[in-house]
């Protein structure tokens, strides 16, 4: 008897022993659990930072990769349809190139998450707005004419565009086929060129170079005949002339679509703003700067050409302008008086496209 009751005893103390280690080992399973000091700085910097601060400048999206382009793809649709009735235009490329899903689709999603995105290069925003007007020549024009003069983006990647520009530029602006942002007008009866001219501005509040329009559309300035159809812009017609480069570019919704080498003056004396071409003359009389003595056309020691195209600011006459010159080797140095000068065969293409009211910027 005395035998089994300490045999139960025994047992009795073997599992409260049993139960007291469990019950500790428990405890120590579920004890809070400690990081060192760097790992909770750091843990606690990627919880407090916002997205937004990863995100450097350049950036071309501030919204999430679920922005799709559809609103271009329609656009795309759009501008490659001609006008239903006379008068009314395609659909304008710029519409296309301003909508915000066109500008967010240049950022790349980071692969971290959290909304934010890898910043692009400007260059490389260009080559993905390229990517999605793929097909459409109006809106990769725009694009490609305006990325041409955007001095952020590589000189050296500018020029290698030069050569894809002037095809779309020959293709959808300098040909009579119908393309985003131009209308097509019908010829009434004895309408000529100037006539037409003056019937866009009234139509579209835009002032159009007679001249341009022959280009364009490969006609004489005389000759229409009634229902003739001829292609006229719906955007103004702009010079950029940028003294750093030796360059004179002419713009088309702001989109290049030409451009020229000229000279410059010496000693910084080319202004830089914003002008207006007031005044268009062929074979100007000229105004020699250092005698005050006036030139006829023609004269000998007349220096300005066979066009003038004169800038106003704040409507007076700066006395500087855009002329030829006698001296071919000057273009493309810093020489002249101030004015802008351009080889004889160059001025006489501007002077015909460049209406007059036309804005001119000079940049350094």
């Given at each position: 008897m005395n035998h089994h009751a300490t045999r139960r005893r025994g047992l009795r103390a073997m599992l409260v022993a049993a139960i007291v280690l469990c019950a500790g080992t428990l405890a120590w399973m579920l004890r809070p659990v400690q990081s060192p000091p760097e790992l909770q700085t750091r843990a606690s910097a990627v919880l407090t930072t916002p997205a937004a601060a990863s995100v450097p400048e350049p950036v071309a999206s501030t919204v999430s990769s679920g922005a799709t382009p559809?609103?271009?793809?329609?656009?795309?649709?759009?501008?490659?349809?001609?006008?239903?009735?006379?008068d009314h235009s395609a659909e304008s490329a710029t519409a296309i190139l301003t909508q915000d899903a066109v500008v967010a689709s240049a950022g790349a999603p980071n692969a971290a998450g959290g909304?934010?995105?890898?910043?692009?290069?400007?260059?490389?925003?260009?080559?993905?707005?390229?990517?999605l007007a793929v097909g459409d020549d109006d809106a990769q024009r725009v694009i490609l004419g305006r990325a041409i003069i955007d001095e952020r983006i590589p000189e050296a990647w500018r020029r290698l565009q030069w050569e894809k520009l002037q095809t779309l530029n020959d293709a959808r602006v300098f040909s009579r086929r119908n393309a985003a942002g131009f209308r097509q007008l019908t010829v009434r009866k004895g309408e000529s060129l100037w006539a037409i001219a003056q019937r866009a501005k009234r139509t579209t509040g835009v002032a159009v170079a007679h001249g341009l329009l022959a280009t364009i559309n490969g006609v004489p300035a005389t000759g229409l005949q009634p229902g003739d159809r001829v292609k006229v812009p719906e955007h103004a017609f702009e010079v950029l002339v940028d003294k750093s480069a030796f360059r004179l570019y002419l713009l088309l919704d702001g989109a290049v679509v030409h451009h020229v080498a000229v000279g410059i003056g010496r000693e910084d004396r080319t202004p830089e703003g914003v002008f207006t071409i007031s005044s268009r003359i062929v074979h100007p009389d000229w105004t020699d700067p250092k005698t005050g003595k006036t030139i006829p056309f023609g004269a000998p020691g007349h220096l300005i050409g066979s066009r003038w195209l004169g800038f106003s600011a704040d409507g007076r006459k700066t006395g500087f302008g855009i002329h030829g010159t006698v001296d071919p080797e000057s273009i493309g140095k810093a020489l002249s008086d101030g004015c802008v000068r351009l080889?004889?065969?160059?001025?006489?293409?501007?002077?015909?496209?460049?209406?007059?009211?036309?804005?001119v910027r000079i940049r350094p």
């Open positions: 559809a609103a271009l793809s329609d656009g795309q649709a759009r501008a490659g349809r001609g006008p239903s009735s006379d909304g934010a995105t890898i910043p692009r290069t400007h260059q490389e925003e260009v080559e993905a707005r390229l990517k080889a004889e065969l160059d001025l006489t293409r501007v002077f015909e496209w460049i209406p007059e009211g036309a804005l």
